[in-house]
């Protein structure tokens, strides 16, 4: 079967280089799904689950943090704020950041940025969802 050229990259380092035969990930607006020979696109992300692999069989997942792809020739490349695979996922570190985040919300403090505490929250939370294979 005809396959999808992956790439999955973050400021820090490049995630993923690697061959899909299908490829979803979290749209702005709603999941989007490529296959091979899908028309070209660019599309914002929202923080959620990219899921890789066989198009029929077990996906590999990873938690993405917002950022675009760009789909093209058979290549999907993805830009994203961060990324992680499940297996890297620090689980200890989400749930810090997570109660963190749920107790700044918590407090409601004139000084918290409540928009920024709702992004980390749903940020742990989805690694949080991934690394427990949910
Ligand atoms: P924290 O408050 O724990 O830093 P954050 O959501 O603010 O979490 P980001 O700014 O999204 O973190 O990411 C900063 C870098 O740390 C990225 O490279 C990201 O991949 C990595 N990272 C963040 N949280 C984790 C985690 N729980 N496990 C593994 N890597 C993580």
């Known amino acids: 079967m005809a396959t999808l050229r992956l790439e999955v990259v973050t400021p820090a380092r490049t995630v993923i280089a690697t061959e899909a035969e299908s490829v979803t990930v979290p749209g702005v607006e709603g999941r989007l799904g490529f296959l091979p020979g899908h028309a070209p696109i660019v599309a ?74 709702e992004a980390a929250l749903a940020r742990a939370l989805n690694r949080l969802r991934v690394a427990n294979g949910r």
């Open 44 to 117: 914002g992300l929202t923080i959620g689950v990219l899921e890789y692999g066989p198009a029929h069989g077990s996906k590999q997942r990873m938690a993405v943090s917002g950022g675009f792809v760009e789909v093209a020739d058979n290549k999907v490349s993805v830009l994203a704020d961060a990324a992680e695979l499940a297996s890297e996922i620090d689980v200890a570190r989400a749930m810090a950041a997570k109660e963190r985040a749920e107790r700044r919300l918590r407090e409601r403090a004139a000084n918290i940025d409540r928009a920024r505490a």
